[in-house]
Structures are given as structure tokens and as C-alpha cells.
């Protein structure tokens, strides 16, 4: 017995992380659209973030609830766009771990287009994070230009996605 609970003790974390991301894709605006676009048949909820973004960090735990929540459901999908620069992507990296963040983590390497492709999100968003935009099969739903509390995120999922 006492073996069993020393392998588990040992195995136990690496169970537990199996979900974090060990690297971190960077992607131009067009591969992000393309990759929303993809998932017409799920409910996707894309966040855009920085890991120096006081209200982008203090609203992750809520995403990462929810993510984890509906994670089983094949039908959802949560993108966590990361706006941090390319040349910090070990910084990123190290942030997923550090906040063990499980829905997928990508870095919009873009900002020299920025101006071109936020208004493409909608056209009224200035650019401003923390930002969620929600899409139900393919087509955005929902847009959310702020920090989003828990019952804030749960309440534009429901009344979206109706899961």
C-alpha cells in the first residue's frame, strides 16, 4: 500500500499538468480567423490577454473555471490570444504553467497590423484588453470589451451557448 501511495505522490503532478501547454504557437491575425472560422460546429470563447495586463490576469482564474467546466463538451472551445510580444514567449510560457492554464494559449504576433485587424473583431474596439468575443459555429455572438467577472462569463455562455 505504502508503494502505491509513493507512485501516486510521484505521477500525481505530471497528471495534474498534463493539460498545461509546454509551448505556445505564434500566429498571425489571418490564422487566427482561419482557426475560428474552423470551428463552426462549437461554441468558441476567445479572450484576448497580456500577462501585463492587471484586469486580463485577475479574470484568467474565471476562464480557466469555466474552460475547465465545459472542457468535456466537444462542442466548446475557449482560445486564450496572448497580445505579449514574440520575443516574450518563454515569459508566456512560464505564466501558463505558473497559473496552470488550461485552455489553449496562443500569441497574436501582429501589433505591427493592429490597426488593420481589431476593427475586423469589431469595429468599435480601440484596441483595449482585457477583450472576449464569443462565436457560435463560426458566427461571433457576443462581444465583451472589459474584465468579465464569473457570473458575467457564465451568464454570456448561457445565454449564447445554452449548453
Same mark, same amino acid.
Given at each position: 500500500?505504502?508503494?502505491?501511495?509513493?507512485?501516486?505522490?510521484?505521477?500525481?503532478?505530471?497528471?495534474?499538468?498534463?493539460?498545461?501547454?509546454?509551448?505556445?504557437?505564434?500566429?498571425?491575425?489571418?490564422?487566427?480567423?482561419?482557426?475560428?472560422?474552423?470551428?463552426?460546429?462549437?461554441?468558441?470563447?476567445? !479572450?484576448?490577454?497580456?500577462?501585463?495586463?492587471?484586469?486580463?490576469?485577475?479574470?484568467?482564474?474565471?476562464?480557466?473555471?469555466? !474552460?475547465?467546466?465545459?472542457?468535456?463538451?466537444?462542442?466548446? =472551445?475557449?482560445?486564450?490570444?496572448?497580445?505579449?510580444?514574440?520575443?516574450?514567449?518563454? =515569459?508566456?510560457?512560464?505564466?501558463?504553467k505558473n497559473k496552470n492554464l488550461?485552455?489553449?494559449?496562443?500569441?497574436?504576433?501582429?501589433? =505591427?497590423?493592429?490597426?488593420?485587424?481589431?476593427?475586423?473583431?469589431? !469595429?468599435?474596439?480601440?484596441?483595449?484588453?482585457?477583450?472576449?468575443?464569443?462565436?457560435?459555429?463560426?458566427?461571433?455572438?457576443?462581444?465583451? !470589451?472589459g474584465e468579465m467577472s464569473l457570473e458575467e462569463?457564465?451568464?454570456?455562455?448561457?445565454?449564447?451557448?445554452?449548453?
Amino acid at each position: 500500500m505504502k508503494t502505491l501511495v509513493k507512485f501516486l505522490l510521484l505521477i500525481f503532478p505530471f497528471v495534474m499538468n498534463a493539460q498545461i501547454q509546454t509551448d505556445v504557437s505564434l500566429i498571425k491575425y489571418e490564422d487566427l480567423e482561419k482557426r475560428i472560422s474552423q470551428e463552426k460546429d462549437k461554441f468558441v470563447v476567445v !479572450n484576448f490577454w497580456a500577462t501585463t495586463c492587471a484586469p486580463c490576469v485577475k479574470e484568467l482564474p474565471h476562464f480557466i473555471e469555466v !474552460n475547465n467546466k465545459y472542457s468535456q463538451n466537444p462542442n466548446f =472551445k475557449m482560445l486564450l490570444v496572448s497580445l505579449d510580444m514574440a520575443r516574450d514567449k518563454q =515569459k508566456v510560457i512560464n505564466f501558463i504553467k505558473n497559473k496552470n492554464l488550461t485552455a489553449e494559449v496562443m500569441i497574436l504576433d501582429d501589433n =505591427k497590423r493592429m490597426n488593420t485587424w481589431i476593427p475586423k473583431f469589431q !469595429n468599435d474596439w480601440e484596441g483595449e484588453i482585457p477583450v472576449t468575443l464569443f462565436y457560435k459555429n463560426g458566427e461571433k455572438v457576443f462581444f465583451n !470589451n472589459g474584465e468579465m467577472s464569473l457570473e458575467e462569463l457564465e451568464s454570456a455562455i448561457t445565454k449564447s451557448y445554452n449548453p
